[in-house]
């Protein structure tokens, strides 16, 4: 089974600024099959990017994935108000699995 | 537009069972594989079961195996998720999710494995 380990645990940051969480990979992740989600508290998940940098419709242009073999980063490029939640990251390239998520809060 | 809608939650007793459904309109459900995706109070996401398209494909984690049997009709479009011998550790919100990655999510049922 792939494990997927993301950092940081929790991210505080300010509206305005850039953010960059991480997602490692035990082992390759087949064909950059990697996806992220965004949740917000009582909310089901949102795809936010899949295939590690293709962004699902609808998504702004701020958020943004790369990334191959182990190593994948979510960027967002300038924080809006709404950003604040909870960051996961899956991949679906071996089975199913999930990371067990970045907390982006305000600082 | 596309909804999922999941039912079936609830408390049960450990060793007992419990049938989810998730009722999907505003697509063509036969088309697409779904999942089933739990998330235990304050924790992270944790994939449960795949059904292909067709129904004749069938994935679990290795968590369920042996226990949950994912199913569909598509006559329905309806995916149920059977739940035997529950465990305290099943405690979870239950989604169920629109194909591979999953672009679109139930709003989710809670089941309470507790005595």
């Known amino acids: 089974e792939i494990v997927l380990t993301q950092s940081p645990g929790t991210l505080s940051l300010s509206p305005g600024e850039r953010a960059t969480l991480s997602c490692r990979a035990s082992?390759?992740?087949?064909?950059?099959?990697l996806a992220w989600y965004q949740q917000k508290h009582g909310q089901a998940p949102r795809l936010l990017i899949y295939g590690a940098s293709s962004r699902a419709t609808g998504i702004p242009e701020r958020f943004s994935g790369s990334g191959s073999g182990t190593d994948f980063t979510l960027t967002i490029s300038r924080l809006e108000p709404e950003d604040f939640a909870v960051y996961h990251c899956q991949q679906y390239g071996s089975s199913f699995t999930f990371g067990p998520g970045t907390k982006v809060d305000i600082k | 537009q596309v909804q999922l809608v999941e039912s079936g939650g609830g408390v049960v007793q450990p060793g007992r069972s419990l049938r989810l459904s998730c009722a999907a309109s505003g697509f063509v459900f036969s088309n697409y594989d779904m999942h089933w995706v739990r998330q235990a109070p304050g924790k992270g996401l944790e994939w449960v079961a795949l059904i292909s398209y067709e129904g004749r494909d069938k994935y679990y984690a290795d968590s369920v195996k042996g226990r949950f049997t994912i199913s569909r009709d598509n006559s329905k479009n309806t995916l149920y998720l059977q739940m035997n011998t529950l465990r305290p550790e099943d405690t979870a919100v239950y989604y169920c999710?629109?194909?591979?990655?999953?672009?679109?999510w139930g709003q989710g049922t809670l089941v309470t494995v507790s005595s």
């Open positions: 082992q390759s992740v087949r064909s950059s099959y």
């Open positions: 999710a629109r194909g591979t990655p999953s672009g679109y």
